[in-house]
Each structure stands twice: as C-alpha cells, then as structure tokens.
C-alpha cells in the first residue's frame, strides 16, 4: 500500500497568513494527489484534485503543487473559516489511502 | 441539490452486524462509481469499497475483504454497506461518498460526501 505523511501534524497561524502543508507518498505517484478539508463533525470537501487543479467553487487562495512523491497545499491568506483539518488522499492504485491529517489552528 | 444521507449506524457487540445505507438525491445515481470512507475516533480517514455504476465490480480495502459487502440499488437510489463480523477497531464514522468522474472509468477520488453514521462495536 502507499503511504502518505503529512507534515506537520498540526500548525498554529494567524489570520492572513501564508500555510503550506506537504504530503509525501511512499511510492512514485504522478500527480494523482488530492487535498481535502474537514471542520469538526463535517464531512471532509475536496479542494484539490490531480495534484494542482482547484475543484469548482473552492476559492483561488488554495493551491496545490508537486508530482512524483512530493506534494504541497498552499493557503495564500488564510481566513477565519479555513481553520480546518486537511488531508491528502492519493488516487494512484488501490486502496486510496489518506494522509493523516494536517490541523490548523488559530494562534 | 445533490445528497447522500447515510442511516443505519448505532451500537453493535463485537462479531454483530449491520447494514449501512446511504440514499442519493440531486444526481443521477446510476451513473457515478461509489464509496464508503469511515474515519476511526479521533483518526484519519481509511477509504473502506466501492461499486461500479451497474454493481457489476467492488473492491475493499483488505481489513474488510470477506467480512464487508457493498452493494446498490439503482431503482432506490441506494447504496449498501453490509458490516458482519464486526471488531472493535471498525469503530468509525462512516461517509458514502461519489466519485469524481462523470465517465465510465472512476477517478477515485470524492467530490460528493454525505454526513456519515457512526458504527461503535463495543460489549
């Protein structure tokens, strides 16, 4: 199975901030790589796919980057309601494992 | 507005069973591959099977393989997860979730989640 680590486990940021969070797969992947948010007793929302394509309606300060094994997500000002839980899933071979989680936190 | 409305969970003892649901609405059912991901308490997400368009293909991940059945039924809207030979480790809220593609070939990742049901196998 492929790993995906994530790092760091958790952040603290203000508001306005830049974030990047990376994601390292344990097997050369492409770009088969995807991002997604949870807040607390939600369901997770897709916000990247395919390594750096920003889902519909998900708003332009989020982006992905990376191929291969090495991914990042990028929050280039962070707001209030991206306090959030993000994960990396990659879509490569089965089974599509997750990341374990990167949360972010109000400093 | 699409949803998926998962019903079903509850408490379970350990070896028990249960039959998850997920009803789909604001889409047309029949034509997406589907999942079910479950999150373990206070855990990461672990993507768990999913079914082709027709029902016609399944896989699992292999902590499941042989004790976990997907199924679906298209007439309904529905999408099934039977759970038998439950352990305490598949404790998790449990999401349906769409695939991505709007072809025949999956893209395997989720666009679309419901709000999951909580399993607990617990004596």
């Known amino acids: 199975d492929i790993q995906l680590t994530q790092s760091p486990s958790s952040l603290s940021a203000s508001v306005g901030d830049r974030v990047t969070i990376t994601c390292r797969a344990s097997?050369?992947?492409?770009?088969?790589l995807n991002w997604y948010q949870q807040k607390p007793g939600k369901a997770p929302k897709l916000l990247i796919f395919g390594a750096s394509n920003l889902q519909s309606g998900v708003p332009s300060r989020f982006s992905g980057s990376g191929s291969g094994t090495d991914f990042t997500l990028t929050i280039s000002s962070l707001q209030p309601e991206d306090f959030a839980t993000y994960s990396c899933q990659h879509s490569y071979t089965p089974p599509w494992t997750f990341g374990q989680g990167t949360k972010v936190e109000f400093k | 507005e699409l949803q998926l409305v998962e019903s079903g969970g509850g408490l379970v003892q350990p070896g028990g069973s249960l039959r998850l649901s997920c009803e789909a609405s604001g889409f047309t059912f029949s034509s997406y591959w589907m999942n079910w991901v479950r999150q373990a308490p206070g855990k990461g997400l672990e993507w768990v099977a999913n079914?082709?368009?027709?029902?016609?293909?399944?896989y699992y991940v292999d902590s499941v393989r042989g004790r976990f059945t997907i199924s679906r039924d298209n007439a309904k809207n529905s999408l099934y997860l039977q759970m038998n030979s439950l352990r305490a480790e598949d404790t998790a809220v449990y999401y349906c979730a769409k695939d991505a593609s709007h072809t025949d070939s999956p893209w395997y990742y989720f666009n679309h989640w419901g709000q999951g049901s909580l399993v607990t196998v617990s004596s």
């Open positions: 097997h050369y992947i492409t770009t088969y």
């Open positions: 079914i082709k368009q027709d029902g016609s293909a399944t």
